[in-house]
């Protein structure tokens, strides 16, 4: 059997430092003893039963590989929608957007880059249906995270998920923008009436569909440690592996064999849909199993 997948993977130091000393001039500044390694890796797949993958992932550090508490790492996973091959335009475009912006804003305020990406990729979308009939309602989900110096960023539209995994323990970060998310919210309907609704699939908001978008930013209250491990996937994979299967499985000691693991759990379970998951893990300086992984970007990836 072969996998058709995109993939991406890096692994790169992030460096707390230290301001420097006025009379300290040409010196390097003073990395801080909680430094990390970022091990990330990002997979996706079309399924078992899809002939096209509307899904794209996205891995951007623009440093490449540079000590800079500046630059961070940046993770993006969209879910596309539209018939004609639409919804693949709308989640290229968006993740091609997005990291451009990104590349050239890296420097900027986390707090208004994110959400700032996100809104210039809805624009970009938005003129480019009303300019091709063809595409006219693509649209796509985007869950972006951001992991700079100690910190974690996420910026979110639709319904693919940003989680963080601590100690075995996963908690969900984003909120899903679906009908369903909204009448779990409002106490309508349980849990177990919520895998089964006939609206499960429909989103409430998306990244092209409309001129204005808006987009949910959550800044992670608890610094990033040494073990943390986030996960971004889209409902391919979270309509049908658990939050707490992803947590045994995302443990960040090999991005990519877990995310592999979790594609492959999902397809196991009918795979009815595209299949995206990105892993990242912080790590201890010079105990990543991919210190010497190079920056791939997203290229075309074949695993049997």
């Not at 951001?146 to 909120?175: K, N, P």
Request: aromatic share 4%; net charge negative.
């Amino acid at each position: 059997m072969t996998i058709h997948r995109w993939s991406s993977r890096f692994a790169i130091p992030i460096m707390f430092t230290l301001p420097f000393l006025k009379n300290a001039k040409n010196k390097p500044p003073m990395a801080r003893p909680n430094s990390f390694i970022v091990d990330a890796c990002a997979l996706t797949d079309v399924g078992c039963v899809r002939t096209e993958n509307q899904d794209r992932v996205l891995l951007v550090n623009p440093a490449r590989g540079q000590v800079n508490e500046n630059w961070g790492v940046l993770a993006v996973v969209a879910d596309g929608m539209g018939g004609h091959q639409s919804g693949s335009t709308a989640s290229q475009l968006a993740t091609d957007t997005i990291g451009s912006y990104y590349r050239e804003h890296a420097a900027a305020d986390p707090s208004a880059l994110l959400a700032a990406a996100l809104e210039h990729a809805n624009a970009v979308l938005f003129e480019a249906a009303l300019a091709e009939p063809q595409l006219r309602g693509m649209g796509t989900t985007v869950t972006g995270l951001l992991l700079r110096a100690d910190r974690a960023y996420v910026a979110h539209v639709g319904d693919s998920r940003a989680y963080r995994v601590r100690a075995g323990e996963i908690r969900q970060i984003s909120d899903d923008h679906s009908v369903v998310a909204e009448l779990l919210r409002q106490g309508m309907i349980t849990a177990q009436e919520a895998e089964s609704h006939p609206d499960k699939n429909l989103i409430t908001r998306a990244v092209g569909t409309k001129s204005q978008v808006q987009v949910d930013f959550i800044e992670e209250p608890e610094p990033v440690a040494v073990g943390d491990v986030f996960v971004l996937c889209s409902d391919g994979l979270h309509g049908l592996v658990d939050a707490q299967e992803i947590a045994a499985i995302a443990k960040g000691e090999d991005p990519y064999q877990e995310c592999r693991q979790l594609i492959e759990l999902a397809r196991e379970r009918s795979g009815h849909d595209n299949i995206s998951v990105c892993v990242l893990a912080a790590r201890e300086p010079g105990n990543s199993g991919a210190a010497n992984v190079p920056d791939t970007r997203s290229f075309p990836r074949s695993a049997n």
